[in-house]
């Protein structure tokens, strides 16, 4: 079992639509936790970053994680067609040396 | 400020080839690390460095060797390049090396294929 889930999609929602998307992962030593964006053939961007349990608003981004389900989520409210892209959770323990990212979820938001 | 580059940007090697992957940042960030990134497999990291003349292996790092003489730039070698090494390749950078607001700013990319 990896230690962090992603279902990959693909996921395809039309303008203006709420997105959810979703990461389980099994170690619970987890405290910090992102979502990064990575357009078609760039590197991948930092979103949004997490400590521990609770929610987190940015714009129409909001990232929720809940520790006792060992499960995090990434809303976009209002979606654009610029949102598609590649979203990747990623988490770790204590610093940038111990992340484990997942595969990523590929979203298309149609016009 | 060009951020983070890496060169080259597409490389078809031979098995058996070797070749240095080139990365460097112009933003005086301590902290360099090494992923590669497969279908499915997410990121993966190979090898960071806290500073200059410090390095340290991650999660995958068979295969592959790093140096950092200066603090701008961070080169991945491949020793003996396989098939299983074709894969996408990120340089990232962030200061200093630990969470908080330290995000870690990625490179485009090395795209490397070895037949």
Known sequence: QKEVEQDPGPLSVPEGAIVSLNCTYSNSAFQYFMWYRQYSRKGPELLMYTYSSGNKEDGRFTAQVDKSSKYISLFIRDSQPSDSATYLCAMGTYNNNDMRFGAGTRLTVKP | ?115
């Not at chain 2, 997410?42 to 950092?68: C, F, K, M, W």
């Not at chain 2, 090396?97 to 990319?109: I, K, L, R, S, V």
């Open chain 2, 1 to 115: 400020n060009a951020g983070v580059t890496q060169t080259p940007k597409f490389q078809v090697l031979k098995t058996g080839q070797s070749m240095t992957l080139q990365c460097a940042q112009d933003m005086n960030h301590e902290y360099m690390s090494w992923y590669r990134q497969d279908p499915g497999m997410g990121l993966r990291l190979i090898h960071y460095s806290v500073g200059a003349g410090i390095t340290d292996q991650g999660e995958v790092p068979n295969g592959y060797n790093v140096s950092r003489s200066t603090t701008e730039d961070f080169p991945l070698r491949l020793l003996s390049a396989a098939p299983s090494q074709t894969s996408v390749y990120f340089c990232a950078s962030s200061s200093p090396a630990g969470w908080g607001t330290d995000t870690q700013y990625f490179g485009p990319g090395t795209r490397l294929t070895v037949l």
